[in-house]
Each structure stands twice: as structure tokens, then as C-alpha cells.
């Protein structure tokens, strides 16, 4: 489905003028301005990885985030292979953040906000298991945040049906091509025809009445491990 959606909106975009852009620079590798010396990564698989870069390089207090392919059997997939859906991984995004600024508890808060947890077979136009949404853990204390914050959405009646998204191990995460990091900056009139025409912020606006990561309030990371759901329920209400 996702290819459809993008010929529809290359065609599109060939019609207003340009090309398909395939930068060459690299955005692995190349030192960055200004990044702090203590950092972390977290990966999260949210369907489309072009949005759910766009979504988290929002949030204050994230350094990068890297488009790439986890969760399956091939080694150094290509993005062929993964959107045909036969290696087992999904799109995914690793996180670098700043954990002085803000934490992995928050990070959860700001993905759920950005897909639909009730979608096993997809997210939203993007349909089969390579664009599904999973959490994946690295440590003891992510799995505990994870399943705590998938518990507390699920206990605050905010959707209708059960919340589908995986929380999984962490395994191999490979960068995707060039081209795909960044794609909503390099190509934005492009970006924003597949975005629109995906469903995303249309479900979104609907589920969320408005809020969004910048607007959302944080609990501490302290609050919700002492108190456990209980506090990430009275958050979604």
C-alpha cells in the first residue's frame, strides 16, 4: 500500500516540478554540533518511519533519529526487501536522545500520542507486518516502562478496542538507505502528500482533540516508577 501512496505522490510532485532526491551525505557518522557527551538510544516501530522521524526530532532533548529495519531474519535488509514483507523486520527509528533532558518514560508518552495501538495489521494506510508498532527494549528498565505504560493506556479507556502494539528485545538494527533518512526534510512537498493522504493526522486529531508531544504533559520518570500504571492511566484520560 505504501508504495501506491508514494507513486501517487512522486507523480504529484513531478507535476509541480523536480525529481526524486537521493542524497548522498551521510547522516550516520558525521559528527554533529553541539551533541552532548552522555547519550541513549531507544527503538520504536511506528508504521511509516519517514513520520515517526519526523515526530520524534520534534521533541526537545532528542538528538537524532535514524530511519532503519529490526525485528527480522536477513541480514542488511534493503527497503525493497523489507516493504515486500519477507524478512520479518519492521520500519523502525532509533532515538538518540539526551537523558538529562528527556527520558525513555517521556519518549513512551510521545510515541503513543503518534500511532494507533490498536492496529496489529498495519498503521494506517500502510498495511502487513513490516509497518506494524512495536516497543523494543534494550534493559530490564525499559520492558518494565513499557509494559507499565501499555498497561496504564490500555486501563484508561482511551481507545475501544485492545491495544495490539508488541513490546519486544531489541536485536540487529540496521540504518535504511540514505534517500529514506530525513526524507521529510529533503522532500517536504512529497512528505506531506503521503502524510495526508496516509490517515495519520487525520486519526490522530481525532483520538487526541489537539494534543501533541509539545503540548502533552510529562509525569517524571520517578512518579511513574513509584506508583506503577496508575499514574500513566490518569495521563490518557
Request: with cysteine.
Amino acid at each position: 500500500m505504501k508504495s501506491i501512496v508514494v507513486v501517487i505522490v512522486i507523480l504529484a510532485a513531478i507535476f509541480l516540478g523536480g525529481h526524486p532526491a537521493q542524497s548522498t551525505d551521510a547522516k550516520m557518522g558525521k559528527p554533529m554540533n553541539n551533541k552532548p557527551q552522555k547519550t541513549q538510544a531507544a527503538v520504536f516501530a511506528g508504521g511509516c518511519f519517514w513520520c515517526t522521524e519526523s515526530d520524534f526530532e520534534k521533541v526537545e532533548g532528542v538528538v537524532e533519529v535514524i530511519s532503519g529495519y529490526t525485528g527480522g531474519r536477513t541480514v542488511k535488509p534493503t527497503y525493497e526487501q523489507v516493504s515486500a514483507g519477507g524478512t520479518g523486520h519492521v520500519e523502525a527509528v532509533k532515538v538518540v536522545y539526551d537523558p538529562d533532558k528527556v527520558t525513555y518514560a517521556e519518549l513512551l508518552q510521545v510515541f503513543w500520542r503518534h500511532v494507533d495501538p490498536t492496529d496489529g495489521g498495519g498503521q494506517f494506510v500502510d498495511r502487513g507486518s513490516q509497518y506494524r508498532s512495536v516497543i523494543f527494549y534494550s534493559t530490564d528498565q525499559e520492558r518494565s516502562l513499557a509494559e507499565t505504560s501499555k498497561q496504564g493506556l490500555a486501563a484508561s479507556g482511551r481507545f475501544g478496542k485492545p491495544i495490539a502494539t508488541e513490546i519486544l528485545p531489541l536485536g540487529e538494527f540496521y540504518p535504511a538507505e540514505e534517500y529514506h533518512q530525513d526524507y521529510y526534510k529533503k522532500n517536504p512537498l512529497r512528505y506531506r502528500y503521503y502524510r495526508h493522504g496516509s490517515g495519520r493526522d487525520q486519526f490522530l486529531e481525532k483520538v487526541w482533540a489537539g494534543e501533541t508531544s509539545a503540548a502533552m504533559r510529562f509525569i517524571p520518570l520517578a512518579d511513574l516508577e513509584k506508583e506503577g500504571y496508575g499514574q500513566y492511566r490518569k495521563l490518557f484520560k
